[in-house]
């Protein structure tokens, strides 16, 4: 099975830690504290706030290519709550892309809450994660680790999909936030 | 209890005239073949496809004046189904706002595929209809009247949320064209 690293241990990096060694994964988590660590991972998910992006792309852009760097950042202004801060005709996704032209980046998790990857439920369904991503082998080799550890996925398109997957994302957070669903309940897929 | 005026006998006109009618309101349906008709209704939802939208703005902005007026397209690239055809930072509510200054625009039902709001259903979860708009008024006497007729309704906050609505239901038709989910199935909302 594959060695997946995960950058970030807080909710969702743990939730998705879980799922995956669920499915027979071998997980590296990382976070800050961890000063120039050797990603095993020939998958690197970046479960950080996207304001971390950057950084991350910055200090290990030659580790990051050839990989596969999933990206699952909703890139909100948090003082407002509002908007996102990526342009319109953008995505956290795509800038990361452009940072990282070396790495396949895939867009995924974003719209699924961490106590919802980690029960494997959104109400009565199963969670799916919806993936995007320009690379086909890339996205469909994360696909097959999601659905291992018991969550369903959807081959959600190409990379500029992450537009309306972060409108998808922002609008269930700002719903969640205002008390209009709950975090452990929120948008779920039907086939 | 109101009268809703509904442009638009389609599959989606004819699945919301059903809900709202078995809520109590009276429902005044046209099409294009009407010439000139009196609008009744002090909602009305234009159940057309976008780009019918300026041209009922034009033609009848006169008689919407004052009136509450529901957006629910999708306004795709029906050519490509890779983007939408209204700017990145606008939606086509947005547009139709801007056409009818002096009515109060909602934007509804596009993250709803037709099925689901005859049958009340989205696989297992009641069907939810996302409402957003500028007048708390309008969009919460819109919001009772839809929860009437059997669906759950949630205020998706101010007419600038229809950017995250369409891409919404932009995803989801795109994804249903590619029958990675049916148009019976879909999006679902649990609270």
Known sequence: MATVTIFGKGNMGSAIKGILEDGGATVQALDSHDENPTIEGSIVILAVPYPALASIAKQYGDQLAGKTVVDITNPLDFSTF???VVPADSSAAAELQALLPN????KAF???FAANIASKKTGDAQTTVLVAGDDDDAKAEFIDLVKAGGLDAIDAGALKRARELEAMGFLQLVLAVQKKLSFTAGFAIYK
Chains 1, 2 share one sequence.
Do not use: M
């Not at 790495?103 to 895939?106: A, G, Q």
């Open 82 to 84: 509002d908007s996102l």
């Open 103 to 106: 790495s396949h980046v895939l």
């Open 110 to 112: 974003n719209t699924v």
